[in-house]
């Protein structure tokens, strides 16, 4: 079609041209005949014009004379091409090359699994029909274009979870031997699987996956976490760990797809959460340890612990917008808050108990048991180096106390037997009275160990509290 279309009426035109010298000419306008044949020429090649594929590697862009360099006229072949890739060779892949910039980490959504990032993205590609000589076009070797009239690569991230809301930048820059550079700011709403155990210790590994819907471009990366630190260092609650990158090839079916696989590692900065969440709880934790030294007869402990436990309740409710929730795990530093709690609410009981003991009744509570005295205030009190000294039981009265008998023949006054009346009636209230303080004092002896025996007790669950929360770190990082 285009030899019988294009070059056989072709060679017949330049044939003619070639006989027309044979015209006399004297006797012939031969200058007529040959403009009839450039102008017929001429019309040929409109008329052909369409058929007329681009067949070079490159596509002159300027006129002969220089003047102005590349005009959007002489552009408007390449324009009609934007919707083909600017291969000569179809089957030759477009290389495309991709870096970007992380600018900000805009937030984590634990409970979603949704990382949102702020990304610089740049764009390399070639475009084989977009090359000029700068010496011909007045020393122009870069030039910006519409991106909506050239080919661009179809680039997407396979993570992405929403709508990118982003402004796109409508320009490229075009070099003089064809490479083009597109930047594009992305608001990047990603799919990313979050490790919050370690909270707010926690590194993040996130992973972007770009690749193209097209089969045919190839993907290549470079190192960019140069640039990505220096902007996260300088504000944020995220610090950039590192970039890495890493081309494959995706294969469904028949097709191959090239793809780069980046992985974010971004480290979170802890000082926001201890200085609100774990420095408090410590010192409310510390205050709960010292109430113990508070002396429990005389000052009502129970009622401060209370106080300390509704000061701590509020305070988790306060931040519990700062902990993180996933239904994956739950975070160390939540395990480390209801554990505290906890201790507080034995340390509650402890105190209710010490205090029931403490205030046991004489008129109910005769006497301390026997064998309470010889389980705590021997052998418990043994245990935990607590002594006391001896009971002091209150002495009987003795035969040589009792009143003697008036049997004899001199009977005494009325008055000094009603002083005698008085007297042992007032012994016998003293005595009682004395009896009642000795047994509170047993009892007392009893409550004080057991409140010693309980303190020491809690100082080890809270020991062994601290070396599990240890031995779970350092299980974590081993594994990590």
């Known amino acids: 079609m285009y030899v019988v279309n294009l070059l056989i009426p072709s060679c017949f035109l330049i044939t003619l041209d070639l006989f027309s010298f044979l015209l006399p000419p004297q006797s012939v306008d031969r200058s007529a005949f040959k403009m009839t044949l450039i102008l017929g020429y001429t019309v040929f090649l409109l008329i052909m014009n369409d058929l007329l594929p681009v067949t070079g590697n490159t596509i002159p862009l300027i006129s002969e004379q220089g003047h102005s360099g590349p005009t959007y006229e002489s552009m408007q072949a390449v324009f009609d091409l934007q919707p083909f890739r600017p291969a000569v060779n179809l089957s030759n892949p477009t290389i495309t090359n991709i870096s970007f910039t992380l600018y900000a980490v805009l937030g984590v959504n634990e409970k979603t699994q949704i990382l949102t990032t702020f990304l610089w993205l740049r764009l ?7 090359v000029w000589e700068p010496d011909e076009c007045d020393g122009v070797t870069r030039i910006s274009l519409p991106v909506k009239q050239l080919w661009s690569p179809d680039i997407i991230v396979y993570e992405f979870v929403d709508d990118d809301v982003s402004q796109a930048c409508p320009y490229v820059y075009v070099n003089h ?19 919050i155990f370690s909270f707010p210790f926690d590194v993040q590994n996130c992973t972007f996956t770009f690749g193209s819907y097209m089969v045919s471009p190839a993907l290549t990366f470079e190192e960019m976490s140069g640039n990505s630190k220096r902007y996260l260092e300088a504000s944020g609650e995220w610090e950039l760990v590192d970039i890495l990158g890493e081309t494959s090839i995706l294969q469904f079916g028949i097709d191959e797809w090239d793809i780069i696989t980046f992985w974010v590692v971004i480290k979170r900065r802890p000082v926001l959460y201890v200085v609100n969440l774990l420095i408090p709880s410590s010192f409310l934790m510390l205050i709960d340890i010292l109430s113990f030294y508070l002396p429990p007869h005389s000052v009502d402990r129970a009622s401060f612990k209370m106080t300390l436990i509704l000061g701590y309740t509020v305070f988790l409710l306060i931040m519990n917008d700062l902990l993180p929730s996933t239904a994956n795990g739950t975070p160390i530093i939540g395990i480390y808050f209801s554990v505290c709690l906890a201790l507080m609410v034995i340390s ?52 040589r106390d009792k009143p003697e008998s008036t049997n004899g023949s001199a009977a005494a006054p009325p008055e000094l037997q009603q002083i005698c009346q008085y007297l042992g009636d007032l012994r016998l209230h003293l005595t009682s009275l004395q009896k009642e303080s000795e047994l509170q004092d047993q009892w007392c002896h009893v409550g004080y160990v057991l409140d010693f025996l309980l303190f020491r007790i809690y100082l080890l669950l809270i020991t062994c509290y601290a070396l599990v929360i240890i031995s779970m770190w350092c299980v974590w990082i081993s594994q990590s």
């Open 124 to 130: 390399y590609w070639h475009h084989e029909f977009l």
């Open 177 to 195: 031997t064809g490479h083009i550079r597109w930047d594009r700011m992305l608001r990047l709403v990603s799919a990313c699987n979050l490790e």
């Open 348 to 399: 509650l009981l402890e105190t209710v108990i010490i205090t029931n003991v403490l205030h046991h009744s004489s008129m109910k509570y005769q006497e301390v048991p026997n064998w309470v005295r010889v389980v705590v205030l021997k052998h418990i009190a043994t245990l935990i180096c607590y002594r006391w000294p001896e009971d002091v039981r209150p002495p009987s009265m003795s035969q």
